[in-house]
């Protein structure tokens, strides 16, 4: 019997934990998003919303897990991948398609450009937020103006086409990944596996549009609508 | 009817093979492809011209021998059916047919579109049996059995083992293959007693041959000629964690 290393090197142990990862960081998505759509009720309850969540003193714990669980997704579909590629040294000259009930789609194919996309996205990402200009709050001591950050980076026209872009990414990523997620961790059932893949379309364009909804939200109006 | 055929031509293992084209005359809608092929044969050889290599035997979907891609499409245009039992009434006059082989690390071309696939023989030689001694045949009706769990192992016993799972797949994965052996045999008594090893020992069989990992596109079952679903794929992913579980 295998030691419990080997376990996650075989193809199916790899996709266990490819599953794994990738479905915590899609939970991770769901409460990112959550929180940011409060930019909608204004500054104040934005700004106190992070700094609620950043002060809180698990947040770094937190923060080095997904870091963590990030790291292993990368590297174990990376690796994946270059085998994958070796399993088929000649090409078919001609290659297409059976249709349904293949579940083949641009976003399936297209898995690892996506997912190489938004490992380029995320760094500039924390770059320019959690790593960003640091401004105070009028009046409030060692409350961070998030909410202005939010407005200065998302004034670059070509920063939010950057932004919409690489949201329309990470919906193409969620739209295989979330059901492909669930199918890696072998739970297929006929009632519920039409459901799993429906559910996983939805939130990709649910995640992906409501982040874009949110970046051309704060360019054009500057996030004072409601205020 | 008259066909264009776009043909894989490789003299052997190690020779650089290309697409040879070749004309069909007189093709009738009613051949199988596989005749069609013999047709296109005959007339080679008498023109003093080395004959096209294939794969076949039963002839009748059952032996998981033929193995063609056809235009891009393991085992051609039908759902459901094998090279062998698809029919020319499929193709239109003037059509151009491309016509290659399974396509794998794996599957190393023999001659033509001629493929050597014993490495899945070696998975089954894995642990793809069931090897309890279990003495003289046992009354029928010792070993109780629910009905729709018969037919569920069934249904996943139906593999021909033909490969066109592999030849679909972006990844040249033999996990259908490989999963429905794995799902029979866990659905009945008399494979429980091995269903630990056989699944580990299967899917390290499986990696050293160099079959890539399940893409969950189903793309296998579109093109499987016995239909078996991907739940087969996840029903081996939960045999292996049960098996890790119970590792000792």
């Known amino acids: 019997m295998s030691s419990r290393i080997r376990v ?13 990862t990738g479905l915590a960081l899609f939970l991770f998505l769901i409460s990112h998003i959550a929180g940011n759509a409060l930019i909608f009720l204004g500054r104040d309850t934005f700004n106190t919303y992070s700094h609620t969540l950043t002060s809180n003193p698990l947040i770094p714990v937190i923060e080095i897990v997904l870091l963590l669980i990030f790291l292993v997704h990368i590297y174990k579909t990376v690796t994946m991948y ?10 078919y000259q001609a290659k297409k398609s059976q249709g349904s009930p293949s579940r083949r789609s641009v976003s399936s194919l297209t898995m690892i450009i996506t997912g190489l996309w938004l490992l380029i996205f995320v760094v500039i990402h924390v770059k320019g937020f959690k790593y960003g200009a640091y401004y105070a709050v009028d009046g409030a001591d060692g409350v961070r103006d998030l909410h202005r950050l939010v407005v200065e980076n998302f004034r670059s026209p070509l920063m939010v086409a950057f932004y919409v872009v690489s949201m329309l990414i990470v919906g193409s990523h969620l739209w295989h990944g979330v059901s492909s997620g669930f199918q890696s961790l072998g739970l297929d059932h006929p009632r519920w596996t039409p459901r799993i893949l429906a559910f996983g379309k939805a939130f990709a364009v649910l995640i992906g549009g409501g982040f874009i909804l949110i970046t051309l939200y704060v360019h054009l109006f500057g996030g004072q609508v409601g205020q | 009817m008259r066909l264009n055929l776009k043909i894989w031509r490789q003299a052997g293992p190690n020779a650089a093979g290309r697409l040879v084209d070749y004309v069909a005359e007189n093709v009738s809608p009613d051949m199988s492809f596989l005749e069609m092929l013999d047709v296109v044969n005959e007339s080679l050889l008498r023109k003093g011209e080395e004959s ?3 794969d076949s035997d039963c002839r009748e979907g059952i032996c998981g021998m033929c193995s063609l891609v056809v235009n891009g499409v393991p085992h051609g245009p039908d759902r459901g059916t094998t090279v062998c039992q698809l029919h020319m009434r499929r193709f239109k006059d003037g059509d151009t047919i491309t016509i290659e082989p399974w396509r794998a690390r ?5 001659k033509d579109l001629v493929v050597d696939r014993s490495a899945f023989d070696r998975i089954i030689a894995a642990g793809g049996y069931v090897s309890i001694n279990c003495g003289g045949a046992p009354d029928g009706n010792a070993i109780p059995i629910p009905k729709d769990v018969a037919e569920a ?5 139906q593999c021909i083992a033909c490969g066109a799972c592999v030849a679909a797949c972006k990844n040249a994965s033999a996990h259908l293959f490989m999963s429905a052996k794995i799902s029979q045999l866990a659905l009945l008594p008399q494979g429980d007693a091995e269903r630990e090893r056989r699944v580990v020992a299967m899917i390290e069989q499986a990696d050293a041959e160099g079959f890539g990992s399940c893409s969950n596109e189903a793309e296998c079952e579109a093109v499987c000629p016995k239909e078996i679903p991907i739940s087969n794929i996840a029903k081996m992913t939960r045999e292996y964690v049960r098996a890790v579980l119970a590792a000792k």
Do not use: W
Not at chain 1, 82 to 91: I, T
């Open chain 1, 82 to 91: 270059l085998r994958n590629q070796q399993a088929r040294p000649v090409a």
């Open chain 2, 106 to 110: 794996a599957f190393p071309v023999v």
């Open chain 2, 52 to 54: 096209i290599a294939f």
């Open chain 1, 8 to 20: 996650f090197s075989t193809s199916v142990g790899t996709k266990l934990l490819i599953g794994v």
């Open chain 2, 153 to 157: 192992a069934m249904d996943s016993a």
